[in-house]
C-alpha cells in the first residue's frame, strides 16, 4: 500500500528542514571553531616547549624569541630559571607555561 502525501504534508516538511538546516549548520560551525581553537592551543604550548628546549642548549635568546613571535603575533615570553629548572611561560589571551631541568649553573 502507498501512502500519499497530501500538499499541506509536503509544506510541513519543507518547514521542518528549512529549520533544522541553519540549526544544523550552526552546531558545524561551532564545532569547527572548536577544533581550530583547539589546534591553536596544542600548536603555541609544541612551540613553547621548542623555546625552553632552544634556551636550555644556550641557543640565541634573540633568534629563539623572534622566530616564536614570528610564529605567534602579541604573544609575550617571559623565562625564569630557578634551581636548575628553566621556566618559559608564554602569555596572551591564553597562557602556557613549560619547563626544563637544565641543572645547576
Keep these: 500500500m502507498r501512502s500519499h502525501q497530501t500538499p499541506s504534508e509536503s509544506g510541513t516538511v519543507t518547514a521542518e528542514f528549512a529549520v533544522a538546516m541553519p540549526v544544523i549548520i550552526a552546531v558545524l560551525l561551532f564545532g569547527l571553531g572548536q577544533v581550530r ?3 591553536a592551543t596544542t600548536e603555541l604550548r609544541e612551540d613553547l616547549a621548542s623555546v625552553a628546549r632552544a ?3 644556550q641557543e640565541s635568546e ?15 615570553i617571559k623565562k625564569s630559571l630557578e634551581s636548575g629548572v628553566l621556566c618559559v ?14 641543572g645547576e649553573h
Design 62 to 76: 634573540p633568534e629563539v624569541i623572534r622566530w616564536f613571535t614570528t610564529l605567534h603575533p602579541g604573544v609575550h
Design 55 to 57: 634556551l636550555a642548549r
Design 37 to 39: 581553537e583547539l589546534s
Design 89 to 102: 611561560e608564554a602569555t596572551s589571551t591564553k597562557s602556557a607555561k613549560h619547563c626544563v631541568w637544565v
